[in-house]
């Protein structure tokens, strides 16, 4: 199992950037495909997106494409979302999330097995 902790979350303007990190321990990191999702006030936990083992490959969702883009460096077992033109609406608990799935499209929440606790992101208007 792979232990997972995010950073880099807080309170930002509309408009403004945050760079997350997640950064793993406890196995090799660049075995797994890495994952964000987050999870807005009273709503379900989405898919953000995601990279494959070797950061080639990376997907996201509609709502963030063109504005985050996700990363990884491998040498520092990290991976990083990173996150411009911030909206309200991205407004959430952000988790990383680690897979061993090899396809190179992962978004399902089930398709992912280590989990980090969350980081808080709030944009505000």
């Known amino acids: 199992q792979v232990q997972l902790v995010e950073s880099g979350g807080g309170l930002v303007q509309a408009g403004g950037s945050l760079r997350l990190s997640c950064t793993a321990s406890?196995?090799?990191?660049?075995?797994?495909?890495m994952g964000w999702f987050r999870q807005p006030p009273a709503k379900e936990r989405e898919f953000v997106a995601s990279?494959?083992?070797?950061?080639?490959?990376?997907y996201y969702s509609d709502s963030v494409k063109g504005r985050f883009s996700i990363s990884r460096d491998n040498a520092k077992n990290t991976v990083y979302l990173q996150m411009n033109s911030l909206t309200p609406e991205d407004t959430a608990i952000y988790y990383c999330?680690?897979?061993?799935?090899?396809?190179?499209?992962?978004?399902?929440?089930?398709?992912?097995?280590?989990w980090g606790q969350g980081t808080q992101v709030t944009v505000s208007s």
């Open positions: 999330a680690a897979s061993r799935l090899t396809r190179t499209v992962v978004t399902d929440p089930t398709d992912f097995h280590s």
């Open positions: 406890g196995r090799t990191f660049s075995n797994y495909a």
């Open positions: 990279a494959t083992w070797s950061g080639r490959y990376t």
